[in-house]
């Protein structure tokens, strides 16, 4: 029998066609999976009602208003109370694993699992940050976190080394960091396309004034002439 690990060159082409198909369906089957956990998550975040049964308390309303029913209110009140409004990080990420695998699958059929971790951790780095983050400077007095249980675990430890000032420094360097390796966005070339739409931008309002004042003057030339 024929490993799939056996070297390309002794690989006849009906064998390197059959793998090439498995690695393909096992790529954008995950990529489906993703998706449908990236559009589930949202909807039951969006839909999220505080009467609704949840994971961290009894609700009092005899109907669901949740409109993914009693696993959407209690996946949706258990992401808040853990990872509170950075929750909605999680259904970016499995989204843009949908994106990176489908619409970039042109370099390969075969899923790199070294991405795979690199991503996976980045997107850890990013939500243990925005946790931190969001609890330290969005959460109101007598308002639960903004970050969720994580982020006051993660912001109050560090706030004791580092002080609100160094806490948040790092922990901005490290949510940048981690939505490069998760999403891979990269900053230099945000700012360069950032910059240039902004000279477009003010190219295209000067030449409108330029001939605005052009016209103006023409009518004005006219109207002299008669």
């Known amino acids: 029998m024929t490993s799939n690990n056996q070297p390309l060159e002794d690989q006849s082409p009906d064998q390197h066609a059959v793998i090439t198909r498995i690695h393909l369906g096992?790529?954008?089957?995950?990529a489906l999976v993703f998706l449908l956990a990236g559009v589930f998550l949202l909807l039951c975040l969006i839909s999220y009602?505080?009467?609704d049964p949840g994971w961290s308390h009894i609700g009092e309303a005899q109907l669901v208003n949740n409109w993914l029913g009693q696993v959407g209110a209690?996946?949706?009140?258990?992401?808040?109370?853990?990872?509170?409004?950075?929750?909605?990080?999680?259904?970016?990420?499995?989204?843009?694993?949908?994106?990176?695998?489908?619409?970039k699958r042109n370099r390969s059929n075969k899923i790199?699992?070294?991405?795979?971790?690199v991503r996976t951790g980045g997107a850890f780095m990013s939500v243990l940050s925005a946790c931190a983050l969001a609890t330290m400077h969005f959460t109101e007095t007598g308002v639960n976190?903004?970050?969720?249980?994580f982020?006051?675990?993660t912001s109050q430890s560090a706030m004791q080394a580092l002080g609100v000032l160094g806490t948040t420094m790092i922990y901005f360097v490290v949510l940048l960091a981690g939505l490069t390796f998760s999403l891979g966005v990269s900053w230099l070339?945000?700012?360069?396309?950032?910059?240039?739409?902004?000279?477009?931008?003010?190219?295209?309002?000067?030449?409108?004034?330029?001939?605005?004042?052009?016209?103006?003057?023409e009518a004005k030339t006219q109207k002299n002439a008669l």
């Open 26 to 30: 096992v790529k954008e089957g995950s």
């Open 49 to 51: 009602h505080p009467e």
């Open 74 to 103: 209690k996946l949706s009140d258990a992401c808040f109370s853990l990872f509170g409004v950075v929750s909605y990080f999680f259904p970016l990420f499995f989204l843009s694993h949908t994106y990176q695998t489908v619409i």
């Open 112 to 117: 790199d699992f070294k991405m795979v971790a």
């Open 145 to 149: 976190s903004a970050g969720g249980i």
């Open 151 to 153: 982020g006051l675990f």
């Open 189 to 217: 070339n945000l700012i360069d396309k950032t910059g240039e739409f902004t000279i477009r931008v003010a190219k295209f309002f000067a030449q409108k004034i330029r001939n605005y004042r052009l016209k103006k003057l």
